[in-house]
């Protein structure tokens, strides 16, 4: 049966697709910005402005960019409490400045709906209701506690109660308003996008059944005039041959097998639909049916199994999932396409994880790309230089990535070293290297392989 919307696209993950990229560049927008803001208000409306306590409420959010920036891979995406976490922050760090710069008077403090914005539009429900709250507290203490506004000259700079009253009534209103709003429009798009999806998989595996059943009524068409003859043959046999009981035995064995083969023909699509093989299997088959597409490609694929059961840890029975299959095919392809002569998949296993580990002999991912691979480039030219007219655009890495991740996988890629021997073979160079990592009860299934025998009438 097809997922449900909800199985393949959760509410509860929906947050954690966020790349910490996409909020890196949001928050240095948002410094280009204050940083102008207060310039300009210092030098040119001469306000006096506490600028050492300004520039070190800016500065710590730059401050944080640069950490993060260094210390995680481009293409990381948040978690939910790291999103909220970091939208808390940059909410309280716009409210140090608004404290310091007149509060509501200052005409910026609009600027404290955007936060809540993007939490309605991309977290769920409860996050953005922790956010909006503090973002309503902020407002209404704003309101009461603040720096005032003063030039240079000493004259300080308010607007009458009633619109100080009305910026706090507008601002609180705004921040209700356009969460609730962004909130529900997103999560029409995201449902409908869900929708779509599933039906597009609900057509395609009814055309795979179609075409199976197609095949199946065609054999048995074919194949029912033959065997009717033959039954039909071999009965007449049996009654001349009554007086015969060496022959007689043949000719009822021919018929009997006729008969068999027609119930075969009218059991095929049912017998085996609970035959546990088909739902899982050992790790090293999981590999050789995800290699071998390739396996004649010019590239010699060469897998390597863990002696995890020396230790007396067994080879773990992995779930038959279509995510886990599409994506090591995915990731096996890339790395033949751009292998020299030979590709390498490794597999190893304890009692609380699995690994499986490509590499080939090729020349490794761009260097200036490695921090985005598993993002769609969407345009960027990768591998021009190893194939003539390849153009790569990290889609099938995105693909495997997103499928293999469904499946509780962390996936990490890194380029080996040239003209370094590789321990386990005897290529002079060592490329492209990706890295599987499952927790083992993530995909490992305890029932058992074969099951309990069952009885098909055929």
Known sequence: MIESNQDLFP??????????????FIRWVAVTGQLAAIIIAFQYFELALDLSLCFFAVGLSALTNIVASLFFPESKRLSELENVFMILFDLFQLAFLLFLTGGLNNPFSFLLIAPVVVSAAALKKRSTIIIGSAAVLIVTLLSHFYVPLETLSGKTLTIPDIFLFGNWVAIST???FLAFYSNRVTS????MSDALFATQAALSREQKLTDLGGVVAAAAHELGTPLATIKLTS????EELKNFPELLDDAMLIRDQADRCGNILN???GAGKDDLQMHQTLLAEIIREAAEPHSQRGVTIETKISDGHKGGIDEPHIIRRPEIIHGLRNMIQNAVDFATSKVWVESSWTKESITITISDDGYGYPPNLLGRLGDPFLGAKIGKEKRQGYEGMGLGLFIAKTLLERTGAKISFSNGHRNQTSGHS???ASGAIVEIYWPRKKVESTSNLFGENQNFSI
Request: aromatic share 4%; hydrophobic share 35%.
């Open 11 to 24: 509410e509860s993950k929906r947050g954690e697709w966020i790349r910490l990229r996409t909020m890196i």
């Open 174 to 176: 705004g921040i209700v």
């Open 188 to 191: 029409e798009l995201n449902t």
């Open 235 to 238: 009965s007449e046999l049996i």
């Open 267 to 269: 059991s095929m699509g």
């Open 426 to 428: 005897k290529s002079e």
